[in-house]
């Protein structure tokens, strides 16, 4: 009797030990189908015009007497805006900065000497901003008539003095995003074809920046990076969209 209690008590503990080992070995595989997935980037890229162009005029003038000075940089400004008016610029385009004087004699580290060097250089800058980029590029190679009348342009302390920007991201997001994420699905399809496995559902997504940078910059040696600028008319825009998809 005890050897028959024996045996049914081996007989169960094996069967028990078998079923456990089917169940987690169903658990593994299942936890292993459901672990496989494929990450991909999906990218939109479009080029387009900028809309606004902000162009930095700047005038200066070097003087011993302040006044004299002042009253030659206020003539100075004038024909820069009488220029501008000429050529179709709006007036309500124009702004005119404060005037900026710089005393030689004042500065700390300056060995000024009056019979050798002006005492005050006064500047004035006048700041352009408009939507008809076309007519402020034109007109800013024309300035040369402008040293004709006597006026002297420096060069900006703003860098590149002619700046373009495009400010209607908005408009376009929408469909770069949408663009952006079929392409994404469509590389993850390709992969799971070539893998002779079926795209399942996606498990998440990552929409990266948008970047706006000049047409004519290079790679800068990142993934999707761009050397930015904005010294181009013309600009890409791009958006890159990372996306997980499981694996079937």
Do not use: C, H
Request: charged share 25%.
């Amino acid at each position: 009797m005890k050897t028959s209690n024996i045996w049914i008590a081996s007989i169960a503990l094996v069967i028990s030990f078998g079923v456990n080992a089917l169940l987690i070995g169903r658990s593994l595989q299942r936890f292993k189908n459901e672990d496989r997935s494929v990450s991909v980037k999906g990218f939109s890229e479009r080029e387009v015009k900028a809309d606004l162009a902000v162009w930095i005029i700047q005038t200066r003038m070097a003087n011993n007497d302040l006044m004299e000075g002042s009253r030659a940089i206020e003539v100075a400004k004038n024909k820069v805006i009488d220029f501008l008016l000429q050529n179709q610029i709006k007036q309500d385009e124009i702004i005119v900065e404060g005037v900026g004087v710089l005393d030689k004699k004042a500065q700390q580290y300056d060995n000024f000497q009056q019979g050798n060097a002006f005492r005050y250089l006064i500047t004035q800058n006048l700041q352009i901003r408009s939507n008809n980029v076309d007519l402020i590029q034109k007109v800013s190679r024309m300035t040369g008539e402008l040293l004709q009348v006597g006026v002297f342009l420096s060069s900006s302390d703003y860098g590149n003095p002619l700046q373009f920007y495009f400010t209607k991201l908005n408009d376009i997001k929408p469909e770069m995003i949408t663009e952006a994420t079929k392409n994404a699905r469509k590389a993850a399809e390709q992969f799971a074809s070539e893998n002779n496995s079926k795209l399942g559902q996606l498990k998440k997504a990552n929409q990266g920046l948008f970047t706006i940078v000049d047409r004519t910059a290079s790679l800068s040696g990142g993934e999707g990076g761009y050397a930015s600028g904005t010294n181009d008319l013309f600009k890409k825009v791009r958006v890159v969209i990372s996306a997980e998809y499981s694996i079937n």
